[in-house]
Every structure is written in structure tokens, then in C-alpha cells.
């Protein structure tokens, strides 16, 4: 199998390159590939701000993202529970596609293009069907900014109806602060996409023989959810709403989400496919830690601010019982603290 890529380096002297996949242009044969792009020449002006080192060539197709196909036509590749770094270069959450009888859809892409890219290969090693669809979470970079292969190639970006503006916000800073991370070299390439599709309450994609269901939430883990139920198999895609074994990162609303755990837990999904951890969890069960963790931080803070302690002390003491339960647990509980602290501080 053949595929076509591009090296781009970045427009400062001496900056970092790499060789960027062209989706759309898979071949049997090397022959076939170029045939295709003599026919259809790319469109390099997504590439802005990058430097074309030679013309598109074709060559055997690179590395796919390793998948676990979780349920018929269901598949979950499964992120490293870890913070983004140059070893696992900003592969740490989970991420998934569908395939109907008629087109794909993607769910979620993965902190840099590059996983976009990967990802695009391991569904191509399952299908050659068009990948309609391309739907994200929430605005969390490691969920969000993999997108622009698949919209390139023609897939509707679907998000929730906040999530635009959200990634506008912040895209700078994810993109600076990753690049120091996982280095600039691996975040080559790496934009976020416009939404096109917004969706306010809720949606139905039919993929061929095969409807999804999604839904926005109030703010919760963000201000961003949205989540995805495959009808078929009853697979829920629950992005960050979720964690298992990572602990939850709260950049919304505690009360929020409690209050979406709450109705989610009255749902009867077949399984339930985490933003971190899995690939699945069953259902209701792997709602009970994500619930006790939730509880304790949110009774902590209470119990924190009636006593009169300060921000800065109560974050010490805030959830410290849970901390044997959850990995990366000092990363995380200190900012959700905050965010709770500064939540009901005032309620």
C-alpha cells in the first residue's frame, strides 16, 4: 500500500521538519498513487505558514495508531495514561471510528497532527470507505487538535455548539505550551479545524445502516461535551465525562458534572469507551469511581471552606484520601481543587 506525503519545515532558519501525510491518495501500487496525484494535485495552502522541501511524492504507507476493535465495526485506540512528553510525543487519551455500511465516522483525533495522520492509517488498513464524519469531544488538545487530516480529506467537523470559540481561546497556548513538551518537530503541522457542523442539544449521523446519537451537555468536565452513542452496539463514547485509572481533570463545572453523572448513570449503554483509560468500561460500574471522586472533592471543599481555610492551604488537604485510587493524581487533584475552591467558595 502507497500513500502520498509532503516534507514541510517551519519558515524560521533552521527550523524543524517533517514529512506530512496527504489523505486521499492511497494506492495499491506506487504506480496508482502517483497516477493520483498527477490527476489531483493537493491543496497546499492548509500548510500555511510551513515551507514545501520538494514536490509530493508517494511512498509505502507509514505508522498506524495500534486499535482494539472493542464491538462489530467499533474501534478504540487507547492513549497512554501519562502527561504529553517527547517520549510518547502527546499520545495520551483515547480515541475511536465507527464504520457504517456507507461512510466513517472519527471520534476524536489526538494532540498533534501526526496521530491525526496515524489514525487515518489504521482506518484505512480496515476500510477504504470515505470518512464522512469527524467528531470531537471537547476542546482538550489531546482530543482536538489531530482533526485537520480528515477534514482535508472531506469530513464534516462536528462539535459541540461552544466549541469553536473555546478552541479560538486557547488554541495559542495549547500549541506553544505542546510544542515545549512533546517539541516542535512532532507538533509540525498541527492546527486547529473549524467546526461545521454545531451541535446545540442534540444529532443523529446515519453512517449507512448505522445511526449515532450525540449529544451536548451543560458545562460539566468543560464547557464543551459532547458525547456519542453508537445505537448498533450500544457503545457510548463519553470523551472526558469519563476517566478511568487517569485521574479527572475538572476545566468546568463540578456541580455540573456531577449532575451529568448523575443522568448518565440511568442510561443503560452497552459499554462505555472513557477519554482516558479503558478501552471500555462496563456500565453502570465504571461510573462508581469517576462518582466517589467527585463526591469526596467536592464534600473536601466544602468542609475546607466552612472551616475558613485558605485557597492555598485547603488545596493541600482537598481529595488527598483518593489519591491512591487514581494515577498522575499530584498533576491533576491540585487544579481541580482550585476549580471546585473558586466554584462554591461563594455558593
Same mark, same amino acid.
Given at each position: 500500500?502507497?500513500?502520498?506525503?509532503?516534507?514541510?519545515?517551519?519558515?524560521?532558519?533552521?527550523?524543524?521538519?517533517?514529512?506530512?501525510?496527504?489523505?486521499?491518495?492511497?494506492?495499491?501500487?506506487?504506480?496508482?498513487?502517483?497516477?493520483?496525484?498527477?490527476?489531483?494535485?493537493?491543496?497546499?495552502?492548509?500548510?500555511?505558514?510551513?515551507?514545501?522541501?520538494?514536490?509530493?511524492?508517494?511512498?509505502?504507507?507509514?505508522?498506524?495508531?495500534?486499535?482494539?476493535?472493542?464491538?462489530?465495526?467499533?474501534?478504540?485506540?487507547?492513549?497512554?495514561?501519562?502527561?504529553?512528553?517527547?517520549?510518547?510525543?502527546?499520545?495520551?487519551?483515547?480515541?475511536?471510528?465507527?464504520?457504517?455500511?456507507?461512510? &466513517?465516522?472519527?471520534?476524536?483525533?489526538?494532540?498533534?497532527?501526526?496521530?491525526?495522520?496515524?489514525?487515518?492509517?489504521?482506518?484505512?488498513?480496515?476500510?477504504? $470507505?470515505?470518512?464522512?464524519?469527524?467528531?470531537?469531544?471537547?476542546?482538550?488538545?489531546?482530543?482536538?487538535?489531530?482533526?485537520?487530516?480528515?477534514?482535508?480529506?472531506?469530513?464534516?467537523?462536528?462539535?459541540?455548539?461552544?466549541?469553536?470559540?473555546?478552541?479560538?481561546?486557547?488554541?495559542?497556548? +495549547?500549541?506553544?505550551?505542546?510544542?515545549?513538551?512533546?517539541?516542535? $518537530? &512532532?507538533?509540525?503541522?498541527?492546527?486547529?479545524?473549524?467546526?461545521?457542523?454545531?451541535?446545540? $442539544?442534540?444529532?443523529?449521523?446515519?453512517?449507512?445502516?448505522?445511526?449515532?446519537?450525540?449529544?451536548?451537555?451543560?458545562?460539566?468536565?468543560?464547557?464543551?461535551?459532547?458525547?456519542?452513542?453508537?445505537?448498533?452496539?450500544?457503545?457510548?463514547?463519553?470523551?472526558?465525562?469519563?476517566?478511568?485509572?487517569?485521574?479527572?481533570?475538572?476545566?468546568?463545572?463540578?456541580?455540573?458534572?456531577?449532575?451529568?453523572?448523575?443522568?448518565?448513570?440511568?442510561?443503560?449503554?452497552?459499554?462505555?469507551?472513557?477519554?482516558?483509560?479503558?478501552?471500555?468500561?462496563?456500565?453502570?460500574?465504571?461510573?462508581?469511581?469517576?462518582?466517589?471522586?467527585?463526591?469526596?472533592?467536592?464534600?473536601?471543599?466544602?468542609?475546607?471552606?466552612?472551616?475558613? $481555610?485558605?485557597?492555598?492551604?485547603?488545596?493541600?488537604?482537598?481529595?488527598?484520601?483518593?489519591?491512591?485510587?487514581?494515577?498522575?493524581?499530584?498533576? +491533576?487533584?491540585?487544579?481541580?481543587?482550585?476549580?471546585?475552591?473558586?466554584?462554591?467558595?461563594?455558593?
Amino acid at each position: 500500500m502507497f500513500e502520498a506525503i509532503i516534507a514541510l519545515c517551519a519558515s524560521l532558519e533552521d527550523g524543524p521538519c517533517r514529512d506530512h501525510l496527504l489523505p486521499g491518495y492511497e494506492s495499491d501500487t506506487l504506480a496508482a498513487c502517483e497516477a493520483a496525484l498527477n490527476d489531483r494535485m493537493p491543496d497546499l495552502t492548509v500548510f500555511a505558514g510551513l515551507e514545501a522541501q520538494g514536490s509530493p511524492r508517494c511512498e509505502v504507507v507509514g505508522s498506524a495508531l495500534e486499535v482494539v476493535e472493542v464491538g462489530p465495526g467499533v474501534f478504540v485506540h487507547v492513549g497512554a495514561i501519562a502527561e504529553p512528553n517527547r517520549t510518547n510525543r502527546g499520545d495520551t487519551s483515547n480515541l475511536g471510528f465507527v464504520i457504517g455500511e456507507s461512510s &466513517i465516522a472519527v471520534i476524536d483525533t489526538g494532540t498533534a497532527r501526526w496521530m491525526g495522520e496515524a489514525l487515518w492509517r489504521a482506518i484505512r488498513a480496515e476500510t477504504s $470507505k470515505p470518512i464522512s464524519h469527524v467528531i470531537i469531544t471537547h476542546m482538550h488538545p489531546d482530543h482536538s487538535l489531530g482533526a485537520s487530516p480528515f477534514v482535508e480529506a472531506g469530513a464534516e467537523s462536528v462539535g459541540h455548539a461552544n466549541l469553536s470559540r473555546a478552541l479560538s481561546d486557547r488554541q495559542a497556548n +495549547y500549541l506553544e505550551s505542546l510544542g515545549l513538551l512533546v517539541g516542535p $518537530k &512532532i507538533m509540525l503541522g498541527t492546527r486547529a479545524v473549524a467546526v461545521d457542523w454545531y451541535i446545540e $442539544k442534540t444529532a443523529e449521523i446515519d453512517l449507512g445502516g448505522r445511526v449515532l446519537h450525540l449529544r451536548a451537555w451543560p458545562m460539566a468536565h468543560t464547557g464543551t461535551d459532547l458525547t456519542v452513542l453508537d445505537e448498533t452496539t450500544g457503545t457510548f463514547f463519553a470523551g472526558d465525562l469519563i476517566f478511568d485509572l487517569h485521574t479527572p481533570a475538572l476545566d468546568g463545572r463540578l456541580r455540573g458534572w456531577r449532575a451529568v453523572l448523575a443522568e448518565l448513570g440511568s442510561e443503560a449503554f452497552g459499554q462505555v469507551v472513557p477519554g482516558h483509560g479503558g478501552p471500555v468500561v462496563e456500565w453502570p460500574d465504571g461510573l462508581v469511581p469517576m462518582d466517589r471522586y467527585l463526591s469526596v472533592l467536592e464534600a473536601d471543599t466544602r468542609a475546607a471552606i466552612d472551616a475558613g $481555610k485558605r485557597l492555598g492551604e485547603a488545596v493541600e488537604e482537598i481529595a488527598a484520601g483518593e489519591s491512591q485510587h487514581w494515577a498522575l493524581f499530584e498533576a +491533576y487533584n491540585p487544579r481541580n481543587a482550585t476549580v471546585a475552591f473558586t466554584e462554591l467558595e461563594w455558593d
